[in-house]
């Protein structure tokens, strides 16, 4: 299926950065279950008790959480919109 420029109608479109996949990655590096890992990981790395490295994590991931929830309405309308740039006329649209 081809996508049409709605502005020019070339049919030279490329799609842009699928932000659904990127959007996907970082919720996975966010999550705490990585990041209570990463914590433990190197704490064991550095020969410390691993729990603390759990809390610590946790802590990380729960601030990042707080973060990504103000981040979060403009991404999901970019997530939920993929974006396609004509090489012809050089504009950005959506479908
Ligand atoms: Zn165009």
């Known amino acids: ?30 999550s705490s279950t990585t990041l209570s890992g990463l914590g433990a990981s190197v704490c064991r790395y550095y020969k410390v008790n691993p729990a603390i490295g759990i809390i610590a994590g946790s802590a990380i991931a729960s601030t990042i959480s707080l973060a990504r929830d103000k981040l979060q309405p403009p991404l999901l309308v970019v997530a939920t919109k993929p974006s396609y740039l004509c090489n012809t006329c050089l504009k950005i649209f959506t479908i």
Do not use: A, G, W, Y
């Not at 070339?10 to 996907?24: E, Y």
């Open 1 to 30: 299926m081809q996508t049409i420029c709605p502005h020019c109608h070339s049919s030279r479109v490329t799609k842009n950065i699928n932000v659904d996949s990127t959007f996907s990655i970082i919720e996975q590096l966010c």
